[in-house]
């Protein structure tokens, strides 16, 4: 069974940078579609970015920010965030999906404020 396993979220301030990791585990793993979404409270779940196999997707709200990275020997997905803002704080999950199997971590609770 594969199990996606975040780690990283916290509390920090407008304009400072924090770093999420996802690392899949419980069994031979690997797909070129891997990445992070997130929720805010009342708000849908939404891509942040990901690797496809179509390419590199980031949202719109995040890009020049953030940078989505990958050590495929790990079958890991990092998510570095820089200048965060308070809109940025969401629950962030990671997702994958291989051959049409999709997998969701437990989420990662990121907080902006001040």
């Known amino acids: 069974q594969v199990q996606l396993v975040e780690s990283g979220g916290g509390l920090v301030q407008p304009g400072e940078s924090l770093s999420l990791s996802c690392v899949a585990s419980g069994h031979i793993f690997s797909t070129n579609n891997m990445g992070w979404y997130r929720q805010a409270p009342g708000k849908e779940r939404e891509l942040v970015a990901a690797f496809t196999s179509g390419g590199l997707l980031y949202a719109d709200s995040v890009k020049e920010r953030f940078t989505i990275s990958r050590d495929n020997s790990k079958i890991a997905v990092y998510l570095q965030m820089n200048s965060l803002k308070p809109e940025d704080t969401a629950v962030y999950y990671c997702?994958?999906?291989?051959?049409?199997?999709?997998?969701w971590g437990k989420g990662t609770l990121v907080t902006v404020s001040s």
């Open positions: 997702w994958a999906n291989k051959g049409g199997m999709i997998y």
